[in-house]
């Protein structure tokens, strides 16, 4: 019978026990994947691991909840009960309060961990710091203006930044360029990979306050984000997505690049489908042939065709990277 060792949740990892696994790797080469590490910790589980275990791992990257794995286990909501709610496990293991959980989450993980990995000093610049991210969630990176914003240099923001994005708590959308070269040069957009965290640094506390928020598109935007990253790693694959825009203005808010195709994807908070969020599709697959037809992420619930674009409710983003595709999907004619 072949069995599993698995260490849970570790925060710090001791060199006595990746000394012992290695060992017993070593000594039993075809028995794989016998030992399964996991914890939140990912800059000094990653560092210690690969340092000891080296040539003898895979890492997995585990996101919190998706949609489709609370719908999979019969849990559906609507847009804002998702945005209000997120995405952590114990808010659906143990019916816990969402305010509550992510304030802890914010204190302990972020504030606390990730502080010291970075040996932050001043707590009540980068908590502004954080605060400012999530209200530019969606929008283009501008360090320079951050950097005017909380006092500290751009270059310290900078490295902030990057430990955030290390830590699974931030994600930096790529602008889309033929030109590889560009990828890396232009500013990128901001998004959380915790819908919920965002929520908790706007100073959200009740869902109420959801459709009325003035930045209810970022939000959105941040939800479908979030969620074709976490589909992506779900399904093995690398995320290749980036957004669009031109010289001329021309912007579109995901495009997801694959076997040489460019699939336009425009993301509208918008809980009611209207004709005119597809009008833009005709420009964009005039510049370049590889684009594909477009698709509309919108805040309802109803998937379906309309003329040359695909409709898609929210919570089935999923299906745009081989999730399930839903058995209620239509097709209209204009």
């Not at 914890?39 to 210690?48: D, F, N, Y």
Request: contains cysteine.
């Amino acid at each position: 019978m072949r069995y599993f060792i698995s260490i849970e949740r570790i925060k710090l990892v001791r060199v006595s026990w990746l000394l012992y696994i290695q060992v017993d790797v070593d000594e039993h080469p075809d028995e794989r994947g016998r030992y399964i590490i996991t914890g939140s910790h990912q800059l000094h589980i990653r560092a210690k691991v690969s340092q000891s275990l080296a040539g003898r791992t895979a890492l997995l990257e585990l996101l919190p909840l998706s949609i489709e794995e609370l719908n999979n286990a019969g849990i559906a909501m609507d847009r804002d009960e998702y945005l209000y709610t997120g995405f952590l496990p114990r808010i659906y293991q143990e019916g816990l309060d969402p305010s509550m959980l992510y304030r802890n989450y914010y204190q302990t993980y972020v504030e606390r961990d990730v502080r010291q990995i970075a040996s932050i000093r001043n707590l009540l610049a980068f908590e502004t710091f954080l605060k400012l991210l999530a209200g530019r969630v969606g929008q283009i990176l501008n360090l320079s203006d951050l950097a005017n914003s909380t006092g500290v240099s751009s270059t310290t923001l900078s490295e902030w930044l990057s430990i955030l994005e290390a830590s699974f708590i931030v994600y930096r959308l790529k602008p889309y360029f033929r030109n590889f070269g560009k990828r890396l040069i232009k500013a990128p957009k901001l998004y959380f990979l915790e819908p919920g965290l965002v929520n908790y640094l706007l100073g959200i506390r009740d869902v109420q306050q959801i459709p009325t928020h003035p930045l209810l598109g970022g939000m959105f935007e941040n939800l479908v984000v979030s969620e074709a990253i976490k589909a992506c790693l779900n399904a093995r694959m690398n995320p290749n997505l980036y957004f669009l825009r031109d010289s001329k203005g021309l912007e579109c808010d995901l495009l997801v690049e694959r076997e040489n195709r460019l699939m336009p994807i425009e993301i509208k908070a918008s809980r009611t489908f209207s004709a005119d969020f597809c009008k833009k599709f005709s420009a964009i697959r005039k510049l370049d042939p590889a684009f594909e037809t477009g698709v509309i992420v919108y805040g309802g619930d109803r998937s379906f065709e309309y003329a040359a674009c695909k409709v898609i409710g929210f919570a089935d983003t999923a299906q745009l990277f081989g999730g399930k595709t839903p058995a209620d999907q239509q097709v209209i004619m204009k």
